[in-house]
């Protein structure tokens, strides 16, 4: 370091005037120092006549020392800027300091945006104003560059938020229809099925009647099915803004346990869990209760009837997002093929079991709502890994 600051001293005094202006010592400093400023200066009488121009000026403007000496600071303004020019003399009659905006012509006729700063002093009797010139023209298309994006930003923001809510109004009047639809359809489905339970199918005498009404019975059966289960996942949807609250996956877990305990006990399952690397999670309770059943009954029903059935659910923590895993060693499916197809409403990839095929849907929905990712990993007959990451990284 030592080494390094002896270094640049040395080279320091072989050139002791380097990048500075030499001043006359013999000669007026204060005059010189004018003259040298890279600041433009100028100073000029309380009638706008100009007195002095230091080179800086000189250099900005385009003109020789004598053009300015014998020009006043009118001329060396665009014609719409002298009115404003006559108001900032006047005000300088009553304020000690300004800062002025402005603008200036150079000699080949360009013009420049500036900021004047006046300071007024009396020489003698004599009253002069000395203007430093800062030619600010890159600032000012910069700002108003950036005036522009921020316009444009704006714009585009609205846009957004005109079309958001247009989309909004139309969720709802499609929330709307889909609650009246399906709400309007359950009371005449019910009296269908109502109705076609209480005919004696014995009264048919002829047979192809009575497939004939055996199919009418099950489209019917399905269609009341149908429609409760739309009411169902409307009713879901009706919960996606609940509040969040602080839950344990053991009491959650504890819970579904109690409620499916017959359906554990039948498929005589094994459950295997461990919620101790991430205990707890702030989440809406029906949410999270709504995620693991399904996943639970689903492992349950989808099943190896050739294997004793084995369920592992586990939490982790990854960069601040709680996954849940659930694994089980059932039937299993093409993951590759059926990703997509398994979250559809009405969609089921195993039909020998009773379902309604909203399960995962509404899985789904959930995570999607707290901007997580559901993971799947399965092959035929090889079970089923669910990683559902429950909030947004």
């Known amino acids: 370091m030592a080494k390094e600051k002896n270094k640049f001293q040395n080279a320091s005094s072989l050139n002791p005037g380097k990048d500075f202006q030499k001043i006359d010592v013999e000669g007026d400093i204060f005059k010189q120092i004018f003259k040298y400023s890279t600041i433009p200066t100028l100073v000029h009488d309380i009638t706008m006549n100009i007195i002095n121009a230091n080179d800086s000026l000189i250099e900005e403007l385009g003109y020789s020392k004598d053009e300015l000496l014998n020009k006043s600071v009118f001329d060396l303004h665009p014609e719409d800027e002298i009115k404003h020019s006559h108001v900032v003399l006047d005000k300088m009659k009553h304020e000690e ?82 609650f009246i639809v399906a709400h309007d359809l359950k009371a005449p489905a019910t009296n269908l099925s109502t109705l076609t339970s209480m005919i004696d199918t014995d009264a048919f005498t002829d047979q192809q009647n009575r497939e004939l009404f055996d199919n009418l019975k099950k489209s019917i059966n399905q269609l009341h099915k149908t429609v409760f289960t739309l009411n169902d996942v409307i009713n879901f949807k009706a919960t996606l803004n609940n509040r969040s609250e602080s839950l344990k996956f053991e009491n959650i877990f504890n819970g579904i346990k109690k409620s499916i305990a017959e359906q554990i006990k039948t498929s005589n399952a094994t459950l295997r869990t461990d919620f101790s690397k991430c205990p707890i999670i702030v989440y809406p309770h029906l949410h999270l209760k709504s995620v693991m059943h399904n996943l639970l009954v689903n492992a349950i029903k989808y099943r190896d009837p050739n294997k004793a059935l084995i369920i592992e659910v586990k939490t982790t923590k990854l960069n601040g997002r709680v996954c849940l895993k659930v694994k089980d060693n059932g039937l299993g499916f093409d993951a590759s093929k059926y990703r997509k197809k398994m979250f559809g409403l009405f969609k089921r990839l195993h039909t020998h079991v009773e379902g309604k095929g909203i399960g995962m849907y509404i899985v789904k929905t959930i995570i999607d709502t707290h901007g997580g990712e559901i993971v799947v990993k399965s092959k035929p007959y090889e079970g089923a890994l669910f990683k559902v990451y429950l909030n947004e990284k």
């Open 97 to 178: 300091r300004m800062f002025v905006e402005t603008c200036f012509k150079r000699k080949d006729g360009s013009v420049f945006i500036a900021e004047a700063t006046p300071c007024k002093y009396l020489v003698g009797d004599k009253p002069i104003i000395h203007v430093f010139i800062q030619n600010i023209t890159s600032r000012k298309k910069a700002e108003q560059k950036l005036k522009n994006y921020r316009k444009a930003l704006e714009e585009e923001v609205n846009k957004v938020k005109l079309q958001s809510k247009e989309i909004k109004l139309r969720n709802q009047e499609l929330k709307e229809f889909a």
